[in-house]
């Protein structure tokens, strides 16, 4: 369970939610992880955390949809810590329910800046300062919403999860053989702040509908992350990891 031990590790939007679960399973691990973030308060939250299971951390204001605030945080880390072995590209954002006719025009920059734009940057930066070194784990949260589009009234968050995986894919071929493993993680029915801000209004129904009849954890997640991201996985690349209680087998 030190697997990562003098290791440095990057999740965004690590806060809350599964960055927040994936942050402790990677502390708990040995890492130094870094919670990058808009949220100041529930960032430094979880630093105690970390901090409360005895591992290392920090917080660092980051606006993923500005591609300034993007480059300071990697320039910060490689200057603090020398070094970074892995990322978490967690952050995303979840549009109102409404129909695609009825949707907020607006809302369409604001899901896809957050959810492929801060990827695809934040690839950049991590990709060249991995392959430079020659090695380095990169997961980034995608959906199974980009898979098999479950939600109607999320069609934008639908369109930029697959978007999101495309890029992940690519960027996987591109950079296997410079020893940099990129994967995604596809959650399901998972319980966070956002999932529930989408206005689910049975949930035991929505849980009676997966093949382990419950709702998914952060946790759950989390341990699906640390894997695709450890030496335990060394030959997994460019893959969708469904971590969604057997929805996409439905």
């Known amino acids: 369970m030190r697997d990562f031990a003098g290791k440095v590790v990057l999740v965004t939007g690590g806060a809350t939610g599964i960055g927040r679960a994936s942050a402790l399973a990677f502390g708990r691990r040995g890492a130094l992880v870094?919670?990058?973030?808009?949220?100041?308060?529930?960032?430094?939250?979880?630093?105690?955390?970390?901090?409360?299971?005895?591992?290392?951390?920090?917080?660092?204001?980051?606006?993923?949809?500005?591609?300034?605030?993007?480059?300071?945080?990697?320039?910060?880390?490689?200057?603090?810590?020398?070094?970074?072995?892995?990322?978490f590209n967690n952050a995303g954002y979840q549009e109102p329910r409404a129909p695609v006719a009825e949707q907020d025009p607006g809302l369409y920059d604001t899901v896809f800046d957050t959810n492929v734009r801060s990827v695809y940057l934040c690839l950049q930066h991590q990709i060249r300062h991995m392959a430079a070194r020659g090695s380095g784990a990169i997961i980034v949260n995608a959906s199974v919403s980009g898979l098999r589009n479950p939600n109607p009234g999320?069609?934008?968050?639908?369109?930029?999860?697959?978007?999101?995986?495309?890029?992940?894919?690519?960027?996987?071929?591109?950079?296997?053989?410079?020893?940099?493993?990129?994967?995604?993680?596809?959650?399901?029915?998972?319980?966070?702040?956002?999932?529930?801000?989408?206005?689910?209004?049975?949930?035991?129904?929505?849980a009676a509908g997966l093949p382990l009849r419950r709702m998914g954890r952060p946790e759950e997640v989390a341990e699906a992350v640390a894997w695709l991201a450890s030496d335990a996985a060394p030959f997994i690349v460019g893959h969708v990891l469904n971590a969604d209680g057997g929805f996409m087998s439905l």
């Open 34 to 87: 870094v919670i990058a973030g808009r949220r100041r308060a529930e960032g430094e939250q979880a630093v105690k955390a970390l901090t409360g299971i005895g591992a290392a951390g920090r917080f660092i204001a980051a606006d993923v949809t500005r591609p300034v605030e993007i480059e300071a945080l990697h320039r910060t880390i490689i200057a603090d810590h020398g070094k970074l072995d892995v990322a």
């Open 154 to 206: 999320l069609a934008l968050y639908a369109a930029s999860k697959a978007a999101t995986i495309s890029l992940t894919r690519s960027a996987a071929m591109e950079y296997a053989e410079k020893g940099v493993r990129i994967n995604a993680v596809a959650p399901g029915r998972v319980v966070t702040d956002m999932m529930l801000a989408s206005r689910i209004m049975d949930m035991g129904a929505v």
